[in-house]
């Protein structure tokens, strides 16, 4: 489909926290989105997803204690069980793919530990710009035109995100 997207937290850092993939509500829009064309692939991905993806392509939650998280993470022992193969919108994490002004942007989402101990030093600012040539290529601006929904906005979580650069002018 598209190239390996590098990862910006390390995948120790990212499993032990207790962010991302838990949830205040069944519902949250912090919940993963699903590319159509992830859902429809072949694979150990789409074998996973088939029956953890809701009707509008967004990851099922599973509730523990009052409280929810994605259905493919394991609270209790600190595992996605689909790590490896995870979702697009999941490899982006911390980055979010969103709106500004009508056209897909690439922003990051301050809450996230290990932005807020790294954002303003030379590692982040080397992934931003490894950012903006991956999504340069042609494979993956086109895998994110032809997914509209993967860019949203979030009305009530603005002061948490920060805006990096505009994919198209």
Known sequence: MIESLPQFVPQ?????????CRFKEADSCWRPYVAPEEARSKGRL????????DENNYIK????????HCAFFHPADHV????????????LYPFLLTKEKNLPAVSVHLSCPYVQE???????KRYVRALKEYFRQ???????LRNPSL??????HENEIKHLF????
């Open 12 to 20: 120790q850092a990212c499993l032990s926290c207790d962010g991302c």
């Open 46 to 53: 789409a074998e996973a997803l088939a029956k953890d993806i």
């Open 61 to 68: 939650t599973a509730e523990e204690k009052g409280c929810f």
């Open 80 to 91: 996605c069980h689909v790590y490896a193969i995870r979702p697009f919108e999941c490899r």
């Open 118 to 124: 790294h954002e303003h030093d030379g590692s982040f």
């Open 138 to 144: 042609g494979n993956v601006l086109k895998f994110v």
């Open 151 to 156: 860019a949203k906005r979030y009305p009530q």
């Open 166 to 169: 505009t994919l198209v002018q």
